[in-house]
């Protein structure tokens, strides 16, 4: 962006501009004149946006324009200046809707033009920015307009180059050894029945392939697309009936505005047991955050979708909602320290199903280099599930402990190749004993990412 010092100059700008409009002229000097439909009362009420505007009040000037624009969108003199004051207060999208409704019905108002090319270079789309600047330099217009154009376009041409899109695929091989591979009491025995040895903890080794990729799409260095893909199968020698295979995918966008960021996607997986489809998800996940500092962030994150399983088991359909509200401490080499308050809840979609739930909990992590070449990951969190319905006639409450820790060692033996040892394990207390568990996975990933 052009120096701050150079806001006087906008301003003499904005006053020649609106000056023209008001007059019936175009800064084009094209000799035709504006067709001006502004009746008498809402030219009164963009006079006093306008002396608002130019003793520096543009805070004000929006919040006099702004509730008349469903009324008042379309006519040109009111789009011009509410263009102009959403500019100024930092709401440059708005901005742009607004300046392009005024340019829709006067095409040759250069003022509206001006306004528009600082709106997309302001919101970080320079490459929408320099048609107009240069269209409006070829205009001819007065040397303080031409010298604030000018200095638009130097800073475009001197500005970082645009990111560049980035397609990293992946394959994994992951493999150890899971001391309850189906996630199941260590009882033998359930209120007096036998259990079948699939319902009761199973040990095993495992091995799991999977292959998938990350692609991020920028179309500004304030927005991108990102999209992903992954692929996984898992057997487990001793359990293979739980060997499953998934299918996992997301789609959306990133975005930073200012102190302000946040991303939207919708995501999904699909998954098979022991070779028979059984589960899938499909909903969306959002997050928005703002920079408190250079060192801090604060973010909430908001997801819901439908949780479905096949017929036989379609008693655990669930409607799913679920928040965070997080803080981030980063740290320096890029670290960070977060800590989430996590909650929300399951929505049964069977009649008589008993699995609707409310959560509740919280999670800590930590990312941190460890030397040149490897990373930390750790996280340490507890859910509790308080369920609507009775299981066997008892009240069913589960409070799950999981911790995981990581270290992932990166262009070992081979450039591109990481070497990830993980350790997971997760703890599971419920009322009801059935479904009481814990489980530890022990394992070490080689995956590889193939880059230019």
Known sequence: MPDHSQRGMNSILRGLLVFGLLCGTCLAQTGDRLRLTTD?????????????????????AYELLQPHETALAGDVLFDY??????????????????????????????????????????????????????????????????????????????????????????????????TNANGSTDDQQFLGFTLSPDNVETESAFAELRA??????????????????????????DASFVDTTILNGLGGFNWQRDAWFG?????????????????????????IGRRLSDSWDATLGLRGGAQRYDEAIEVLDVNRFLYSVGLTRHFASRAQLSVQVLGGNDSEQFEG???GNSKIGGRLGLSMPVGASAWLLASLGSLTSDYDGLFFGTPREDTQLFTMLQLEFRDVLIRNLAIIPRVRYINNDSDVELYSYDRTELGIAFRWTPQP
């Open 353 to 355: 199903s008993p699995y």
């Open 40 to 60: 008498a009362e809402t030219r009164e009420l963009v006079r006093q946006a306008e002396d608002l505007l130019t003793n520096g009040e543009s805070a004000r």
């Open 263 to 287: 991303r939207a996607v919708v995501d999904g997986y699909w998954g098979s047991r022991d070779g028979n489809p059984n589960e899938s998800y499909l909903g969306l996940d959002a997050l």
């Open 81 to 178: 200046v509410l263009g102009v004051a959403a500019l100024d207060t930092g709401r440059q999208s708005e901005a742009i809707f607004s300046l392009r409704r005024a340019l829709s019905v006067e095409p040759g108002f250069s003022g509206a033009r001006m306004e528009l090319a600082r709106a997309y270079y302001e919101s970080g789309n320079p490459e929408l920015a320099r048609p107009l600047f240069t269209q409006l330099l070829g205009e001819s217009p007065p040397p303080p307009v031409a010298g604030v154009i000018q200095q638009y376009l130097q800073a475009i041409d001197h500005a970082p180059a645009a990111p560049q899109s980035r397609f990293l695929p992946y394959l994994e091989l992951f493999a150890g050894y899971d």
């Open 212 to 237: 998938g990729f990350d692609w991020f799409i920028p179309r500004s260095s304030r927005f991108g697309w990102v999209f992903n893909a992954g692929a996984s199968h898992r057997v487990n020698p």
